[in-house]
Nanobody
Framework: QVQLVESGGGLVQPGGSLRLSCAAS????????MGWYRQAPGKQRELVAT???????NYADSVKGRFTISRDNAKNTVYLQMNSLKPEDTAVYYC????????????WGQGTQVTVSS
């Protein structure tokens, strides 16, 4: 029912910036949480940041002060502005959508590669 399309990944030098976008389409509930997770090779997927329709946000400690999540509710789109990037930020970044209803619904995008290297 829901499709997530991510964009904005790429190669950047340490200290650089990238902006990721994720647009949700399909049967979108009016109340939901969208966010970004990331997964490096051989590691588990971890939360980066989430944002509720109402605006509340949550960040992993490792990205606080460097990353900013935002959204455009009218477009069902979430953004992740990543500044002061570090090599340890290198991962595949996945967009996530969790509607309030039906319960336990959880959707993922295909992922976009972010590589931080000199």
């Amino acid at each position: 029912q829901v499709q997530l399309v991510e964009s904005g990944g790429g190669l950047v030098q340490p200290g650089g910036s990238l902006r990721l976008s994720c647009a949700a389409s399909g049967s979108i509930f009016s109340d939901y949480v969208m966010g970004w997770y990331r997964q490096a090779p051989g590691k588990q997927r971890e939360l980066v940041a989430t944002i509720h329709t109402r605006g509340s946000t949550n960040y992993a400690d490792s990205v606080k002060g460097r990353f900013t999540i935002s959204r455009d509710n009218a477009k069902n789109t979430v953004y992740l502005q990543m500044n002061s990037l570090k090599p340890e930020d290198t991962a595949v970044y996945y967009c996530n959508y969790r509607p309030a209803l039906p319960i336990n619904s959880n959707y993922w995008g295909q992922g976009t590669q972010v590589t931080v290297s000199s």
